[in-house]
């Protein structure tokens, strides 16, 4: 099933502790398609400038990305360089450029109209409600969003929270959203602002999940070196909203298997800066991990 994201591309400088890399390609809506695109095929409405590499179009393309909605504008593609600490949940952003994002106005080819599932990945809420106004009825809209919007654009994030199914943020975020620092209040208060659903990530400790009258919760996978947490978030949100997609089974059990499918690709990213890691990955290694986290968390009763 078709599967829209709209979020920014970028060409990030990253500094980790273990290690450094410079334009290197990133943004959310980037790190998703890459992530989705071994579920289902993606439809992706961003904004590039002129300095942006046509390879990584040309291979997101390969791999059954539909780009004819990432626009090429005269200007440079949106610049972010972040550093992040010893303790790797927590990150400076030390220069933010949005580049052609500033005066983006997405048109969305008629072609995505019909798309079932959307995800608006992390941008100015404007964008994501147009692009929302641009959809015929979808069966399941995803949302992200980060500290900067909530603090600049709330009355807007909050429009948009009862728009959509299912939010994606992580524990910060739903602190700054709701001034709790409780998950458990602060999913409350989510859900009681309009989504159906709420997944809060909470980096290396994992992902919960709460409905009206469910919870869910995944450990993150234990890995022996985390290189680059960039993108963490939205590939997880990629495995969750490209196997709901592929799958189209929303029952409580496939969405407990999609956030499973989150976890694993969020696991995979991690490993190397940027999306390098995702460009080698291989429908069976995700898989693999996928049983790995079964045998993780299995209970005994
Ligand atoms: P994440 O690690 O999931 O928060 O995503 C990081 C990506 O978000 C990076 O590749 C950045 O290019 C991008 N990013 C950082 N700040 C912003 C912003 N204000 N608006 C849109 N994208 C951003």
């Known amino acids: 099933m078709s599967l829209l994201v709209v979020g920014s591309v970028a060409l990030d400088t990253l500094e980790t502790p273990a290690g450094r890399a410079d334009d290197a390609v990133g943004g959310a809506a980037t790190y998703f398609a890459y992530a989705a695109s071994f579920f289902t095929p993606i439809r992706m409405v961003a904004a590039v400038g002129e300095d942006f590499p046509e390879e990584v179009l040309e291979d997101l393309e390969s791999r059954g990305v539909d ?13 972010w360089s972040g550093r992040y600490h010893e303790e790797l949940n927590v990150r400076d952003t030390l220069h933010l450029d949005l580049g052609v994002f500033a005066d983006f106005d997405p048109s969305l080819p008629s072609s995505f109209a019909d798309s079932e599932y959307a995800f608006l990945a992390n941008i ?3 964008l994501q409600s147009r692009v929302l106004d641009q959809l015929n009825g979808p069966k399941l809209v ?9 603090q600049e654009s709330r009355p807007l994030v909050d429009a948009l929270l009862k728009r959509v ?12 959203l709701t001034g709790d620092r ?17 997944l809060i990530k909470r980096g290396e400790y994992g992902v919960i999940e709460f409905s009206g009258n469910t919870v869910f919760a995944v450990p993150a996978y234990p890995l022996e070196e985390v290189r680059d947490p960039t993108g963490a978030g939205d590939c997880f949100a990629a495995g969750l909203m490209g196997e709901l997609a592929r799958s189209g089974d929303l029952s409580p059990q496939g969405l407990r298997r999609a956030i499973v499918y989150g976890s694993v690709m969020g696991s995979f990213v991690v490993e ?20 790995l986290f079964v045998s993780l968390t299995d209970i005994p009763r």
């Open 272 to 291: 190397d800066f940027g999306p390098r890691r995702l460009q080698e990955l291989t429908a069976e290694m995700i898989d693999e991990r996928y049983q």
């Open 165 to 176: 199914d299912m939010l994606v943020v992580n524990d910060e975020e739903a602190e700054l």
């Open 142 to 150: 995803g949302c992200d969003t980060m500290n900067h919007w909530i």
């Open 124 to 126: 100015d809420p404007v």
């Open 67 to 79: 780009v004819s909605g990432v626009e090429k504008r005269p200007g440079s593609t949106l610049r």
């Open 182 to 198: 409780n998950v458990v209040k602060a999913a409350g208060k989510i859900l009681d602002s309009g989504p159906e659903r709420v």
